[in-house]
């Protein structure tokens, strides 16, 4: 098997691949170029949405061209492979702000500058609102749409899921949109690969029919497994909600304890899938023998300094050791925080109310429930009556630390 395929089926990457032996021998022939195609429907990527493109860095680093295609016009749709609803359509200055976004975070994971490494792939980005919205309808019809069955399209998992609730008939275009961007690509790029997620099987596969219908070359597509924690919980999920890429989305420390905090089982699991670590490396951590916690603590440090750097993912762990390990060296200018006026400590503040303005209750019944349950801290008191107030005079080094529950803490700074 060809080298950079070997890497993604070694570290678990692989769901399934249109024709693994062709492809295999094509890229040995030389580097291929390829796509990855990214909706912007939202300001930012989620971690369960960065698989593919680590798959992504991989191939570049193995001396393929990678493509990243930003959905500015398929995204004024959705796609609705996956969904069990129609996504709510965004402004176009919405989307095209999201696509803005969009480049930055790919360019975390994927080198997309001109001075790449000796051997590896040069990337390109590209928007398909640059051939997409400009399309006349009629004759879209009659030069793309003829070669589309809608019988086969029925077929397709995704299209199945929806049609039980309701499927549009502007998302049912989507499938003919975005096999018309690997099209695109082929015609102007020499694309021969389009890679994605499993739930993407239909639409890469149609795409694929559509360029040989069209007399262009033989093309692939290669998915990759859609990620569940051990736990059963889908990956990218936590109690606060969705963890994005975006720090002002997801803080810098809750995004590093996300990875810090992954069931054991997936520790090797997502050090394969989400860092650049070797796969020798990675083998020293699954010595039996070896704390299961140093797994974990290395994974939520390499993830955290691919997306937000070096300096915040140093922050952030010495954060976790200052809460979690009593005596270890630690720092707490990585934690979360959040300031209050000074002079509402002076008057004093309720403690319900405390934790609903530090954010780690999302109203005072919610802290009601903290406190009476038992876990409400703060500076390492517990708190049981929910009439208590607190005033300046119970500061520590000037300062508050709130805890709600085991794995939840704001740092609250008078000011």
């Known amino acids: 098997m060809n080298k950079a395929l070997q890497v993604l089926y070694d570290r678990g990457f692989v769901k399934d691949c249109t024709d693994l032996d062709q492809l295999s021998d094509l890229m040995d022939q030389g580097p291929v170029s390829f796509y990855l195609g990214v909706d912007p429907t939202g300001s930012s990527m989620h971690i369960g949405h960065t698989v593919p493109v680590y798959a992504m860095r991989h191939l570049q680093e193995n001396g393929h061209n990678p493509i990243a295609l930003v959905g500015g016009g398929t995204g004024l749709i959705g796609d609705p492979s996956g969904k069990t609803e129609m996504r709510k359509l965004l402004s176009e200055e919405q989307i095209q702000q999201n696509v803005e976004a969009l480049k930055v975070q790919f360019g975390k994971i994927v080198d997309m500058s001109d001075d790449v490494p000796a051997g590896w792939g040069h990337a390109k980005l590209r928007n398909n609102a640059d051939w997409l919205v400009d399309l006349k309808y009629i004759p879209f019809l009659r030069d793309i749409g003829r070669y589309f069955s809608v019988n086969r399209m029925l077929t397709f998992e995704g299209t199945k899921q929806r049609l039980e609730r309701g499927l549009s008939f502007i ?245």
């Open 171 to 415: 998302e049912f275009n989507y499938q003919l949109l975005q096999s018309y961007d690997y099209y695109m690509l082929n015609k102007n790029e020499g694309c021969r690969l389009q890679i994605g997620g499993a739930d993407q099987w239909g639409n890469i596969v149609a795409g694929i029919d559509l360029i040989n219908r069209m007399g262009g070359p033989q093309c692939f597509g290669l998915t990759f497994n859609l990620v569940m924690r051990a736990d059963g919980k889908k990956m990218g999920k936590s109690e606060k909600g969705a963890i994005f890429l975006d720090k002002n989305l997801c803080s810098v420390y809750d995004f590093y304890q996300y990875w810090r905090n992954v069931p054991d089982a997936d520790a090797i699991r997502f050090m394969k899938l989400f860092t650049f670590m070797s796969l020798d490396e990675i083998k020293e951590y699954e010595d039996p023998a070896r704390n299961i916690n140093d797994a974990k603590e290395r994974l939520a440090w390499e993830q955290t300094k691919i997306i937000h750097g070096e300096e915040e993912a140093d922050k952030a762990r010495d954060a976790a050791k200052a809460l979690f390990a009593p005596g270890a060296a630690g720092n707490k200018d990585g934690m979360p925080s959040v300031k209050i006026s000074r002079d509402d400590f002076e008057k004093g503040i309720g403690v319900l109310d405390l934790f609903t303005r530090s954010g780690l209750t999302s109203s005072n019944g919610d802290a009601r429930r903290l406190v009476t349950q038992g876990g409400a801290e703060i500076n390492g008191r517990k708190i049981s009556d929910p009439k208590a107030v607190v005033t300046l005079s119970e500061a520590e080094d000037g300062e508050f630390l709130l805890k709600a529950g085991k794995k939840r803490f704001m740092r609250v700074i008078p000011e």
